[in-house]
């Protein structure tokens, strides 16, 4: 295909986080740790959701996938990332470069439309309770989840091949830890108007679209649930859609200043990337698994049957 175009630069140099031998030890530890119990943490998520008969509802169907979602979020950078702290040669292939930005997009953008969809549900939930198992069926919650990964699918396929397209000049170092797009723009030859122009309109549409939607839903839970006379049932509304909320701000508030702002390779825009790419897919198992009591009663009784069996 367009590879072509990078037949003379063979690979990209990352230049990571830090190049203090003290400092890349202390990051190696951190970021295992944290990649170990996001795996672990969302993996249990999906186990438990899937075995509890209990939790076969339209919200923990969402809130699985959202789990096997960041089990798949997480590897696409974090592995690379280890890998480069250790290694003298902080290099990674063109295709394997581009590999990356296209699953950075599939599972950035999947991770935005499972959020707006959970809003949905919560809205659906709370302004129309009476009617919720007839709306919330399962066919429209597969179509929900289904729509999400395909849309996600295709605005990473429509900017990948204008990302295949582009020629890339001497400069090969990134100074980044990952492959995103804005991070290759500075080391193109070619035009990059037309890539930017469609990265640009692809994350307005998908992701100031689905944030609207997310801002939209949660506007008709908050006029519903100050409409509630008894405070002890405002009180249960508002705990329902905290940990969604807590969420919503930690990914979108994130992602949002990556893709806004200049690329630089400054700590702020480093610290921003790892806040959205490596500590959001943890955090998310963290707060539902805290949040949410039948989650937490479910997992509970998980360990319980584990320890007994052994």
Not at 169 to 193: A, N, W
């Amino acid at each position: 295909m367009a590879l072509g175009n990078h037949s003379t630069i063979t690979e990209f140099t990352l230049l990571g986080l830090s190049s203090d031998t003290h400092i890349q030890a202390l990051l190696f530890v951190l970021f295992l740790v944290i990649y170990l119990l996001t795996v672990m943490g969302n993996l249990m998520m999906v186990l438990v959701i899937r075995t509890d008969s209990h939790l076969h509802t339209p919200m923990y169907f969402f809130l699985s996938h959202l789990s096997f979602l960041d089990l798949c979020y997480s590897p696409v950078t974090v592995p690379k990332l280890l890998e480069n702290i250790l290694s003298q040669k902080k290099t990674i292939s063109v295709g394997c470069c581009l590999a990356q930005v296209f699953f950075v997009f599939v599972t950035g953008g999947t991770e935005g439309c499972l959020l707006s969809v959970m809003a949905y549900d919560h809205n659906v939930a709370i302004c129309h309770s009476l009617h919720y198992g007839q709306i919330m069926n399962s066919q429209l919650c597969n179509s929900l989840v289904c729509g999400s990964w395909g849309l996600s699918f295709l605005d990473a396929f429509i900017n990948i091949l204008q990302a295949l397209s582009l020629d890339f000049c001497e400069d090969q170092s990134i100074p980044h830890y990952s492959c995103e797009l804005p991070s290759l723009f500075p080391l193109c030859c070619s035009d990059v108007s037309t890539s930017f122009t469609v990265l640009l309109c692809s994350s307005l549409l998908h992701g100031l679209g689905t944030c609207l939607l997310i801002v939209f839903s949660y506007a008709l839970i908050a006029s519903t649930i100050l409409s509630i006379s008894f405070s002890s049932g405002r009180g249960k509304a508002f705990s329902t859609c905290s940990s969604d909320l807590t969420a919503v701000l930690l990914f979108y508030g994130s992602a949002f200043l990556r893709y806004l702002m200049p690329t630089s390779g400054s700590p702020l825009e480093l610290i921003v990337s790892v806040q959205y790419s490596v500590v959001t897919p943890l955090v998310n198992a963290l707060i539902y698994s805290l949040r949410k009591k039948e989650l937490k009663a479910a997992v509970r009784m998980t360990f319980r049957k584990y320890l007994q069996y052994r």
